[in-house]
């Protein structure tokens, strides 16, 4: 797509006065949202993003629609699986739920700035080193495998390390005060542990954008998408956690899903590398023009139907577990001990 300077500019003060938005209405004023109202503002987010691809799709054309859906897809499954990581870092840091608002937006506005960073640099690799779809497909592939093995949110043990370096590094207070990042003990300026909790889903952001910018690069290589659908896929990200909290635990083929996904991309990215091949010592520098490549609109059915197999067959499964007497993971959920 051609993107004149002028939407570019449009493009980003409207996703910035979203977050400014969410941030006035919603997270100004500390409260534990209802779940009528993380159901309300998770469709008008959704619908917001549905809109904008269909604005991409009639005047951009069928193509950068498609590519524009598919990346938007596949970021938003990602980020639904980022969000086990940030309820394992709540939990660990005991942050009360009034507070939890302010630490999502901020970490979503941590991602935005990070994957914006990411996404230049992306572009700029790729318009002058054809040969990184080589690199990008092979990292994908091991992302797959690592998917494929067991998602990251199953141990919280390298969540727990980066918290205890953040403690030793940062002076914080043993307690909160309010939704406080900084505090005064004893005449001394320590920060809270909320702002521990910001940093740490802040890095964890960005360790996610590496994984997440790979995989849309896969699905195009047009920077205004790659941006829209990666801004568009955190946006309504705070509102999303708190209304599928209670069904995290159940989404057991989640990894599975994006291992599925992310290693499909693995085989376009390197199916496209294969086209645009510059390298010497792959067919003398040439282009392989037998390499098939993959239509957008099987990548986008792809990823739809596998995110809709492995929702279904969690929601099944996990249920059925459940009514056994088991945890969703099929592990046996702990007897209390009878009352005296």
């Known amino acids: 797509m051609d993107v004149h300077l002028s939407v570019w500019l449009i493009t980003i003060?409207?996703?910035l006065a979203l977050l400014v938005f969410d941030f006035y209405s919603h997270v100004r004023t500390p409260h534990?949202?209802?779940?009528?109202?993380?159901?309300?503002?998770?469709?008008?987010?959704?619908?917001?993003?549905?809109?904008?691809?269909?604005g991409v799709w009639v005047f951009g054309g069928g193509q950068a629609g498609g590519e524009y859906f598919a990346g938007w897809l596949t970021e938003k499954a990602l980020s639904v699986d980022n969000l086990f990581v940030f309820l394992i870092i709540m939990t660990t840091f005991a942050v009360p739920k009034e507070f939890q608002q302010k630490v999502l937006l901020v970490?979503?506005?941590?991602?935005?700035?990070?994957?914006?960073?990411?996404?230049s640099l992306g572009v700029t690799i790729i318009d002058n080193f054809s040969w990184v779809f080589y690199l990008f497909g092979a990292l994908l592939f091991w992302l797959a495998w690592s998917q494929a093995k067991g998602s990251s949110h199953e141990s919280s043990e390298g969540d727990s390390r980066l918290i205890r370096v953040l403690?030793?590094?940062?002076?914080?207070?043993?307690?909160?005060?309010?939704?406080?990042?900084?505090?005064?003990?004893?005449g001394k300026r320590l920060f809270t542990p909320l702002f521990l909790v910001m940093v740490a889903i802040g890095l964890t952001d960005v360790l996610f954008a590496?994984?997440?910018?790979?995989?849309?690069?896969?699905?195009?290589?047009?920077?205004?998408?790659?941006f829209t659908?990666?801004?568009?896929?955190?946006?309504?990200?705070?509102?999303?956690y708190f209304l599928i909290a209670g069904l995290l635990e159940k989404l057991i083929y989640l990894g599975q899903g994006l291992a599925v996904i992310l290693g499909f991309i693995g085989v376009k990215l390197v199916f496209h590398a294969m086209h645009v091949n510059e390298l010497p010592f792959i067919n003398g520098g040439e282009h392989i023009e037998w390499a098939p490549e993959i239509p957008i609109w099987f990548s986008l059915g792809f990823i739809m139907l596998t995110i809709a197999v492995a929702t279904v067959a969690s929601l099944v499964v996990s249920g059925r577990r459940v009514r056994r007497g088991l945890t969703p993971s099929g592990a046996q959920r702990p007897v209390a001990a009878d009352a005296e």
């Open 210 to 226: 590496l994984d997440s910018i790979p995989a849309i690069f896969g699905l195009t290589q047009d920077a205004f998408i790659v």
């Open 13 to 15: 003060a409207g996703i």
């Open 107 to 119: 970490g979503v506005a941590i991602a935005l700035v990070a994957r914006g960073v990411f996404i």
């Open 32 to 54: 534990v949202p209802h779940i009528r109202e993380s159901a309300f503002w998770s469709v008008v987010y959704i619908a917001l993003a549905v809109v904008f691809g269909i």
């Open 167 to 186: 403690r030793r590094v940062i002076p914080t207070s043993p307690d909160y005060d309010g939704d406080r990042i900084t505090t005064k003990i004893d």
């Open 229 to 240: 659908a990666n801004a568009f896929s955190l946006l309504g990200l705070r509102q999303l």
